[in-house]
C-alpha cells in the first residue's frame, strides 16, 4: 500500500574535488572516497543573495531548530570557488545572513554545528565574473579523505621507483575496486608497491608480485636524484610500516605473471595493478626463444637468473583477465590501466572475458597522442573450460599483438610533434 510522506526530504550537497565525471562516480562511501571535499545538508540555494534568502525562509523550520537552539554552539564558513574574497567581504555575508533563527552562542574553536556558505564562480580562471554563478547554504555533515593524498605522497615515501603510481590515483583504484576491511587484494605487477599502500590504509590485506627480483628485495640503484643505491631497508613492507599498517602486509614475491603460480581457488576480493606498457618499464617474462635444457634434477643454485623474452601486451592482458577469472571471487573487481594511442581507440578495443563484466572505462589523458583506461571489470560467472580459449577469437587485443606495439605507437606521435614544430617557419630569427 502506497503512502505520502508529509515530512519533506533532506537534500545534500556534495563538495567532488574535481570535475571528471568518470572517476567521481559511484560515490560509494563517502569517508573513504578521496575525490570528496566535504557533503553538506543543503538548506538554501539560489543563483542571487535575494533567492538564497527565499529558498532559505521557505526550508521547513523544523529542520532548522535542533541545530539553532540557544543551548547549542555554532560557527558559519565562507567558501568560494574560483575566487578569494577578502575577510572583510566574507563577514558581510555571514551578517547578512540574520534572518535565520539562530539563538546559540558562536564558537570559532569547537563549535557543535558547523554552517556554510558556498559560492560558485565558475571553473574558468581568466575570466572570474563580478558576482556568483550559483550560491548554496547548508549545514556541514562530514569531510572526505583529501588529507590522504599529502600524507601519502610519493614524494615523502620511503621506498619508490620511476614508476611508482600517485597517491591520487591509488587510492581512486582502491575506491573503483570496493576495497574494504578484511579484503585480501592482490596486484600482479606489484612494483614498489604503491597500490598495496592504498589498499591497506582501507584496512585490507595485501600482497603482490613482480618479476624484477631487484624491486621486490629493494636492491640495487635509487630512483631518488641524491641517492645512487638503494638502503638495507628500503622495500614495501617499510613503505606500510611508514603508515602505520605494516600487520595488513601479508608477503611480495618475485613471480612471472605469465605462469600459473596459485592453486585454482578464488583466493582474492580485489585484483589492482598497473601492467608494464614498455615505455619506461620493460614487459618481459620467463622464457626463451633458444632450445636451452633444463638441469636435470629441476634444481637451479640460488644465484640462478632466469633468461627472460619479449611479454607482448596483448599476452599480457590475456593472462591478466584469465588469471582474475580463476582467483576472484565471486563479484570481485578487477581494477587495471589499459594504456591506448588516441587516434586509433574506440570502446572496443578493451579487452573482455566471459566472467569479467566492464563496470567502469575512465581516460586520464597523458598527452596529445596517447591515454591509458581505468578498467573497472567484476566477476560475474565461475569458468568454464571453454572460457579459457575465449581470447583467441577475441579481436580486441589486435592493437597490442607484437613486442612494444604501444611503445612504437607513443614514440611515432613524439617523433610526428617534434617534426611540427621543427618545420614552423621561423620569424625574426626566432
Keep these: 500500500m502506497a503512502t505520502t510522506l ?52 521557505n526550508y521547513p523550520l523544523e529542520n532548522m531548530l ?30 547578512a545572513l540574520d534572518y535565520l533563527p539562530f539563538e546559540g552562542a558562536v564558537s570559532l574553536k569547537s563549535p557543535e554545528h558547523i554552517f556554510c556558505l558556498l559560492e560558485d564562480y565558475g571553473t574558468d580562471p581568466n575570466n572570474i565574473p563580478e558576482h556568483p554563478n550559483y550560491i548554496y547554504f547548508g549545514r ?68 603482490g608480485t613482480d ?16 641517492q645512487k643505491w638503494r638502503g638495507p ?14 600487520k595488513m602486509y601479508v608477503d611480495v614475491m618475485v613471480s612471472d605473471a605469465s605462469k600459473p603460480v596459485w592453486r585454482e581457488a578464488a583466493l582474492f576480493d580485489a585484483i589492482i595493478t598497473d601492467p608494464p606498457y614498455g615505455i619506461r618499464e620493460s614487459t618481459r617474462r620467463t622464457g626463451s626463444h633458444k632450445d636451452i635444457s633444463k638441469p636435470h634434477d629441476g634444481i637451479y643454485v640460488d644465484s640462478h637468473v632466469p633468461v627472460s ?10 593472462d591478466l583477465l584469465h588469471s582474475s577469472a580463476l582467483h576472484l571471487v565471486m563479484g570481485g573487481r578487477l581494477v587495471y590501466w589499459l594504456p591506448v594511442y588516441r587516434p586509433e581507440y574506440c570502446e572496443e578495443m578493451v579487452p573482455l572475458h566471459p566472467c569479467l563484466r566492464v563496470i567502469s572505462n575512465c581516460e586520464q589523458t597523458l ?15 565461475e569458468p568454464e573450460e571453454l572460457d579459457s580459449l575465449a581470447h583467441m577469437e577475441d579481436l580486441h ?14 614514440f611515432s606521435g613524439l617523433n610526428k610533434r617534434c617534426g611540427k614544430e621543427e618545420d614552423r617557419p621561423h620569424v625574426n630569427g626566432q
Design 309 to 318: 623474452q619479449a611479454y607482448h601486451l596483448s599476452d599480457i592482458f590475456t
Design 6 to 57: 508529509n515530512r519533506s526530504c533532506n537534500q545534500y550537497l556534495i563538495h567532488l574535488a574535481q570535475d571528471n565525471l568518470d572517476f567521481r562516480l559511484p560515490v560509494t562511501s563517502f569517508m573513504q572516497h578521496y575525490s570528496c571535499r566535504s557533503a553538506f545538508e543543503l538548506w538554501g540555494h539560489g543563483q542571487t543573495h535575494s533567492e538564497l534568502k527565499t529558498s532559505l525562509l
Design 367 to 381: 598527452s596529445s597522442h596517447t591515454a591509458r583506461r581505468l578498467i573497472t571489470m567484476e566477476k560475474i560467472k
Design 140 to 207: 556541514w555533515i562530514a569531510d572526505g579523505q583529501r588529507e590522504l593524498i599529502r600524507s601519502h605522497s610519493v614524494k615523502n615515501r620511503h621506498f619508490i621507483g620511476n614508476t611508482s603510481m600517485d597517491a591520487g590515483l591509488s587510492f581512486i583504484m582502491a575506491n573503483h575496486a570496493k576495497v574494504k576491511e578484511n579484503d585480501l587484494v592482490f596486484d600482479p605487477f606489484v612494483g614498489t608497491g604503491s597500490l598495496l599502500v592504498a589498499c591497506s590504509q582501507f584496512g585490507a590485506y595485501v600482497c
Design 233 to 246: 631497508d628500503e622495500n614495501i613492507r617499510a613503505n606500510l610500516r611508514q603508515y602505520g599498517t605494516e
Design 211 to 226: 618479476i624484477d627480483f631487484n624491486t621486490i628485495h629493494g636492491k640495487g640503484r635509487s630512483s631518488r636524484k641524491s
Design 66 to 95: 535542533p541545530f539553532m537552539h540557544k543551548d547549542s554552539t555554532y560557527k558559519i564558513n565562507v567558501y568560494t570557488f574560483n575566487k578569494t574574497l577578502e575577510f572583510a567581504d566574507r563577514i558581510k555575508r555571514i551578517d
Design 397 to 410: 587485443l589486435s592493437p597490442y599483438q607484437g613486442h612494444n606495439a604501444f611503445r612504437e605507437k607513443y
